[in-house]
């Protein structure tokens, strides 16, 4: 039987373990990963809101550390990792592997939703495991730090942007511009980047559902 409260559960990657809050409901299309951007984390206030959405529309969480409990006090000192896209995508690519060993998880379709910095190691995992990643959605991210991945990348990508953010949604249309995926912009009315205004976080939210919902669960067998 697949979970439908959510639990903490240790993510043992080859090089370390993270920690995350790992959601299933009882009919699931799919999975979404949740790739948090700088200085954030599991328990990030607007990803958990965007992760009860999801469930909503019988899709599984997963939100995960990208960082170590010690990396992250390094990090609120230096900021030393938090655009070190080369360490947090090889850390997604990590989970992505670590999944197919979970019985609960090898099954489904796999989502990225990435925030911030967070998009672009989203954005690179999705290029480095094409058969693994089925979709992206980017919120206020920062696709264009990917770089070269960009034009790699297979899975469908959503990039929700803030109307009330230009640079950083300049930087999303130079980056769609390199992709060769199926892909889209969203841009949301009134929202600067965190997406704080009222209804905006809701807006995005119910974008990444319609999104992931069109591009998850073709192989899905819910129980």
Same mark, same amino acid.
């Given at each position: ?8 559960? =240790? ?10 809050? *790992?959601?299933?409901?009882?009919? !699931? ?11 954030? =984390? ?10 009860? @959405? *999801? ?5 599984? &969480?997963?939100?995960?550390?990208? +960082? &170590? ?17 080369? +360490?947090?995508? @090889? ?13 609960? +998880? ?15 190691? #989203? *954005? ?10 089925? #979709?992206?959605? =980017? ?14 990348? @297979?899975?469908?990508? +959503? ?21 060769? !995926? ?30 992931? @919902?069109?591009?998850?669960?073709? &192989? &899905?067998?819910?129980?």
């Amino acid at each position: 039987m697949l979970v439908q409260t959510p639990r903490e559960i =240790s993510i043992r990657l080859p090089r370390t373990t993270l920690r995350g809050f *790992l959601e299933i409901p009882a009919r !699931c299309r799919g999975v979404v990963l949740f790739v948090h951007g700088s200085g954030s =984390s599991r328990f990030s206030r607007r990803n958990r809101f965007v992760a009860e @959405q *999801l469930r909503a529309a019988e899709l599984g &969480t997963l939100l995960f550390d990208l +960082l &170590t409990p010690r990396e992250s006090e390094v990090d609120e000192q230096t900021r030393h990792y938090r655009f070190d896209i080369r +360490l947090l995508s @090889q850390r997604v690519i990590d989970v992505l592997d670590w999944s197919l060993a979970r019985h609960n +998880l090898r099954e489904h379709d796999i989502g990225l939703f990435g925030a911030s910095t967070g998009a672009a190691a #989203a *954005l690179v995992a999705a290029a480095e495991r094409p058969q693994r990643v089925a #979709a992206v959605v =980017s919120r206020g991210g920062r696709p264009d730090l990917a770089g070269a991945a960009l034009a790699r990348v @297979q899975a469908p990508t +959503l990039l929700i942007v803030g109307a009330n953010d230009p640079e950083v949604l300049e930087l999303n249309r130079e980056a769609a511009a390199q992709l060769r !995926c199926e892909h889209r912009i969203d841009v949301v009315a009134g929202a600067s980047h965190l997406f704080e205004e009222p209804g905006t976080l809701a807006e995005a939210a119910a974008a990444a559902c319609a999104w992931f @919902q069109r591009h998850l669960g073709a &192989t &899905t067998n819910p129980r």
